[in-house]
């Protein structure tokens, strides 16, 4: 049997980088969800103030079963970031979420993979932390529960 790997000067060329990959809980591990409103307002004023280079995000439809959405934003000095969500309504049935994401990371000045990490946990935390953001800075200082 030969090997799938191929030997050829483009793909030595990669070198020895390795890319990082983060299950969920690693993920989880490395969120700290005590700063999740600071981090996401200064996500937010970046998107506003225009320094977010962030195209709109094109959708891919598999018919009778669901459909892929592909997220990309760049912020100079930080890593290009793609993020793929899956969402397959019938997953619910088989005991798969029915919102699936991985989100891959990559070197701004060459493009090489850095990290490919699971998305799901990311997305539920900065989701939820947008709307609490939302809240926090939309509501009437004198607003009560």
Same mark, same amino acid.
């Given at each position: 049997m030969?090997?799938?790997i191929?030997?050829?000067?483009?793909?030595? %060329?990669k070198g020895?980088m390795p890319?990082?990959?983060?299950?969920? %809980?690693?993920?989880?591990?490395?969120?700290?969800?005590?700063?999740?409103?600071?981090?996401?307002?200064?996500? *937010?004023? %970046?998107?506003?103030?225009?320094?977010?280079?962030? !195209?709109?995000?094109?959708?891919?439809? =598999?018919?009778?079963?669901?459909?892929?959405?592909?997220?990309?934003?760049?912020?100079?000095?930080?890593?290009?970031t =793609?993020?793929?969500v899956?969402? *397959?309504?019938?997953?619910?049935?088989?005991?798969? !979420?029915?919102?699936?994401? +991985?989100?891959?990371? *990559?070197d701004?000045?060459?493009?090489?993979? =850095?990290?490919?990490?699971?998305?799901?946990?990311? +997305?539920?935390?900065?989701?939820?932390?947008s709307a609490?953001?939302?809240?926090?800075?939309?509501?009437?200082?004198?607003?009560?529960?």
């Open positions: 030969t090997s799938a191929s030997t050829s000067r483009s793909a030595q %060329a020895d890319v990082l990959i983060l299950s969920e %809980a690693e993920v989880k591990t490395c969120i700290d969800l005590r700063q999740l409103l600071a981090v996401l307002a200064g996500g *937010f004023k %970046a998107l506003s103030g225009g320094k977010v280079v962030n !195209p709109a995000r094109p959708q891919l439809d =598999v018919p009778q079963a669901g459909y892929s959405l592909a997220m990309s934003a760049w912020i100079a000095g930080m890593h290009l =793609v993020k793929i899956n969402v *397959f309504e019938g997953n619910v049935a088989k005991g798969i !979420p029915s919102h699936l994401a +991985t989100i891959h990371l *990559f701004p000045q060459t493009g090489m993979p =850095v990290c490919v990490m699971d998305g799901t946990y990311i +997305t539920a935390v900065r989701t939820s932390g609490v953001l939302s809240v926090r800075e939309l509501a009437r200082r004198d607003a009560k529960v």
